[in-house]
């Protein structure tokens, strides 16, 4: 037995290095002796004493001889000197990271985020390979830990602790061995498909013989995942027993229960997971009911920066200043991470990303008609440190929020309501107040409706509903609107405003009235009572659209929020709406209705039919409304009677905005007609450009209203939006292709009859451009064609959405924009 001698730190670790060393030259040279192999490893190193007491246990420690057979293992003889064991392996280290970017991307679909850390999708496995200090041992556990957001805890499912196993295996976090060669290990991770979204913490310890190795891997991003999961079976209704879209064939889809279970946003149509989760230019329709307008959109949901400002908007949130670490544990579900959004991204009641103006006045900020995307918004948002960017409107809040739900995961379209109700007492009626004139009295009329309204659909179940109400679900950034204290609105499942269902979650009321409200229009009198002069069932809810998958047509998909207008079935969901809504109690041909807030009102028998009219009326263009130019059009009577009819006509026109708020007056004028029996007039109507030209609004909409007086009281009532038409075209002069310039050539006209100058193309789009394009136009002569050429390189491939407005202080911005096909680099 060899007595302990005590060293000091520095000469143990030094000791322990080199007598690991000495092992292997044991092995190697045994034939010269012990002795020989420590003298010549020592003699440099350690004193005398130290060398000659080593000696000693080494002999009494091994056999060791001169022999070939000598044998080298330990025993139990002796212990080592100075507590250092010459068999102890090194404790085990994780070296390099490889996140393998490029085929967790592939695999993902995350392939397009330019971040530098790795972006997956949940309940979806991810590898990373670890480059390790040694060969890891069947004895040695590699154990992970994954946290997001503030104090994060197993409790509240933002942290999870796990080891990795032969399998994939369990509802939680999996580690699962994919490979191991030498010093290399190849591990395939995966996380639940409820898991909280957001940005992670990877942590690794690795555990042998009550050593551990603690190392922070690095941080990642997990998303939502829309797409198909391997292995996994869906069930799909057959095409035959789904609702068919009146205008195309709408992408619509039904299943049950069974089929979301992985995540609650999964959609099973590829092409549609393209076109809503990954396409990152779209179109947006605006204009009127017979006269609808595409707008090109570049959500660009993967251009520089854009996911980080996407989760600041989360963590910039009410509730997660308010909670951070409740606020997080919910970012499971769609259902909260939509509402949150869809408050976020207008700044009503927190620092939100846009702040809205209607009033034409943008004095401070930029036109919501000029933006020709969510990127230059998002980043403006983040470089003023969080501050509102001025100005939004509808189309532009659905915009936004579509980028920031697409980057999030969610599958997300945008939709358009023409003729769509704004019904602030939530009657589902929008009641209108008219003078003599037909001239909207706007201190009496709280409701409107509004040429159109712009809004989001998502995908993703309703685990709060029911199975039945799985699907496309409303959500709409416009501040129109609180709901529970907050300007938001929705999820409301589109199924349920169909069915009218009004009484389920969020914000039912407000979606229906915006569909299939009741448009009554009263002419007040200045005795202060009212006479009903309008009423239409199905006046409101027209031709709603959204951009068909795959192409920049139109599909028209009114027919899955309600059913044909005037048909008994919507006239039965509307009764039930109602219903849903009010209690309800008979009072002689009057019904009076209490709402749930308590607040009582009359509801007359509107839906009863009117007298059968006398006379009908309607607006007829003579001329395409071209800006700049004088309008011409006329009003046409018929007297539908074998009598003589006396008809007093009062004219009014005014420029609106699209919610059709009046801007200025520009017409007011009275005539005296009569019509024979049988008989049609022709009342010829002209509006030259000095008239409108200083009060016409960026969207060029105008008004024009005849209040028709006949003799015996009959009141006629007839109505005309206008847009003014523009021109610009765009053609690309070659093949696209990756890396290569290509010319654009842009052709405009002055649609004024007056010289302008000052005039700009502004060019933007996602795959062309890092940041917008401004290309000075020489001045233009009156009503002058005009082409402009510049060149593009494309950084993509695909097809390509390039915006190129007019821009001029003369008139309003004229829009345009072409799919371009790029081709990848040979």
């Known amino acids: 037995m060899v007595s302990q001698v005590t060293c000091s730190g520095e000469t143990k670790h030094h000791a322990r290095r080199t007598l690991k060393h000495f092992h292997g030259e044991i092995h190697m040279e045994r034939n010269q002796g012990a002795s020989t192999c420590i003298q010549h490893q020592f003699a440099n190193h350690f004193p005398h004493s130290f060398i000659n007491t080593f000696k000693k246990y080494l002999l009494s420690t091994f056999h060791v001889s001169g022999t070939e057979d000598s044998s080298m293992s330990k025993t139990d003889t002796a212990p080592c000197p100075f507590g250092i064991d010459i068999f102890e392996r090194e404790r085990i280290r994780v070296t390099k990271v490889d996140w393998q970017r490029s085929r967790n991307g592939a695999a993902h679909h995350t392939q397009e985020y330019p971040c530098p850390e790795l972006v997956v999708r949940r309940g979806q496995s991810f590898s990373l390979t670890l480059e390790l200090s040694r060969a890891p041992d069947c004895e040695e556990t590699f154990i992970f830990m994954v946290e997001t957001g503030p104090r994060a805890s197993e409790a509240l499912h933002t942290k999870a602790v796990f080891q990795t196993s032969e399998l994939e295996l369990g509802e939680g976090w999996t580690a699962a061995k994919e ?50 999961p391997p292995g996994a079976v869906l069930l799909l209704i057959p095409d035959a027993a789904l609702p068919q879209a009146s205008k195309a064939r709408a992408p619509v889809h039904t299943r049950p229960d069974d089929c979301f279970s992985e995540d609650d946003v999964f959609l099973a149509s590829e092409e549609e997971r393209q076109e809503y989760v990954l396409n990152d230019s779209g179109i ?76 034409g006045k943008y004095d401070g900020g930029t036109s919501p008609l000029h933006w020709r995307g969510s990127v230059a918004i998002l980043q403006k948002w983040l470089k003023g440190r969080y501050k509102p960017v001025k100005y939004g409107q509808c189309w532009v809040f659905a915009g936004v929020m579509c980028t920031v739900l697409r980057c999030l995961g969610i599958a997300t379209r945008v939709v358009s309501n023409f003729n769509s109700a704004h019904d602030t007492d939530q009657n589902l009626s929008v009641d209108k107040y008219v003078d003599s004139f037909g001239r909207t009295l706007e201190d009496l009329t709280e409701d409107s409706m509004w040429n159109f309204h712009v809004w989001n659909e998502s995908w993703f179940a309703r685990q709060d509903l029911g199975p039945s109400y799985n699907g496309w679900q409303v959500l709409d950034a416009t501040p129109q609107e609180e709901s529970e204290g907050v300007f938001r609105c929705g999820p409301a499942s589109v199924t349920a405003i169909r069915e009218g269902d009004v009484h389920l979650a969020h914000d039912g009321p407000f979606v229906f009235a915006e569909v299939n409200a009741d448009y009554i229009t009263w002419l007040w009198h200045e005795d202060e009572s009212r006479e009903r002069v309008y009423s239409n069932t199905k006046k409101i809810g027209r031709c709603i659209s959204t951009k068909a998958v795959g192409s920049d047509s139109r599909v028209d998909i009114t027919d899955l929020y309600k059913y044909p207008e005037g048909s008994r079935k919507e006239r039965q969901v509307y009764s039930k709406a109602v219903k849903r809504l009010f209690s309800v109690k008979a009072s002689g041909r009057r019904t009076w209705i209490r709402r749930a807030g308590g607040r009582c009102l009359w509801h007359d028998d509107l839906l009863e039919p009117t007298t059968k009219p006398s006379i009908t009326g309607k607006f007829k263009l003579l001329e395409p409304p071209m800006l700049g130019h004088d309008l011409r059009l006329a009003l046409c009577l018929a007297n539908l009677t074998s009598r003589v009819q006396q008809v007093r006509v009062n004219l009014s026109g005014a420029t609106i905005l699209y919610t059709r708020k009046p801007v200025a007056e520009i017409l007011h004028e009275s005539h005296a007609v009569r019509l024979g029996r049988q008989e049609e007039k ?145």
Request: aromatic residues 6%; proline residues 6%.
């Open 682 to 826: 022709r009342i010829p109507i002209t509006i030259s450009y000095s008239k409108y030209k200083e009060d016409l609004t960026e969207d060029k909409k105008i008004l024009l209203a005849a209040m028709c007086l006949v003799t015996k009281g009959e009141k006629l009532l007839v109505e005309k939006d206008i847009t003014l038409e523009d021109f610009i075209t765009i053609k690309v002069l070659g093949p696209a292709m990756v890396g290569v310039a290509v010319t654009v050539e842009v052709t405009v006209v002055n649609p004024l009859l007056e010289r302008v100058k000052d005039c700009a193309l502004m060019v933007e789009g996602s795959g062309f451009l890092q940041e917008q394009l401004s290309i000075d136009v020489p001045t233009l002569e009156p009503q002058e064609r005009a082409s402009v050429q510049f060149d593009i390189t494309p950084s993509k491939s695909g097809p390509r959405q390039l915006q190129v407005d007019l821009v001029s202080p003369h008139f309003p911005d004229i829009k345009g924009f072409v799919i371009i096909h790029v081709a990848t680099d040979k």
């Open 284 to 359: 947006i329709f605006r204009g009127v009911e017979k006269h609808i307008r595409a707008q090109g959109w570049n959500y660009g949901q993967f251009e520089e920066d854009i996911l980080n400002i996407c989760l600041s908007i989360l963590d910039r949130s009410p509730g997660h200043q308010n909670n951070p670490a409740t606020d997080v544990s919910c970012r499971h579900d769609p259902i909260y991470v939509t509402r949150v959004i869809s408050a976020m991204v207008n700044s009503n009641n927190d620092r939100g990303v846009v702040q809205g103006q209607w009033q």
């Open 179 to 228: 490979a191991q060669m030498e010093n290399t290990l190849t591990v395939s991770l995966a996380s639940p498909p409820n898991a909280v979204i957001g940005r992670y913490l990877l942590s690794i310890r690795l555990s042998s013989h009550r050593k551990h190795s603690n190392r922070r891997l690095g941080e990642f991003v997990l998303l939502f995942n829309p797409c198909q």
